[in-house]
């Protein structure tokens, strides 16, 4: 079955940076499109940024266009993001997923932002 596992969350004052790592397993990892999505206290999922099957295609929410990088390794069935400048509004429980709006997302991990 599908299986999603994210890792590298934590706690960093605003201006930080932080890599968040995903492992994926159960499909064809290296033909699919990933995401990352994020769910803030008390609101819904909102989506982050999306990789290509290749790697060469990305794409960002307007809000961290410019501070977080998607990557992946298709050799290790993982994605990454990388997340600079951390702002307070990026607190949230992040998700890698294999759909734009969440689905089949892993359990997350928490990015906490303090000022």
């Known amino acids: 079955q599908v299986q999603l596992v994210e890792s590298g969350g934590g706690l960093v004052q605003s201006g930080g940076s932080l890599r968040l790592s995903c492992v994926a397993s159960?499909?064809?990892?290296?033909?699919?499109?990933m995401y990352w999505v994020r769910q803030a206290p008390g609101k819904g999922l909102e989506w982050v940024s999306s990789?290509?099957?290749?790697?060469?295609?990305?794409y960002y929410t307007d809000a961290v266009e410019g501070r977080f990088t998607i990557s992946r390794d298709n050799a290790k069935n993982m994605i990454y993001l990388q997340m600079n400048s951390l702002q307070l509004d990026d607190t949230a429980r992040y998700f890698c997923?294999?759909?734009?709006?969440?689905?089949?997302r892993g359990q997350g991990t928490q990015v906490t932002i303090s000022s």
């Open positions: 997923a294999r759909g734009r709006s969440g689905e089949d």
């Open positions: 990789v290509a099957p290749s790697g060469r295609v990305t």
């Open positions: 159960g499909f064809t990892f290296r033909s699919s499109w």
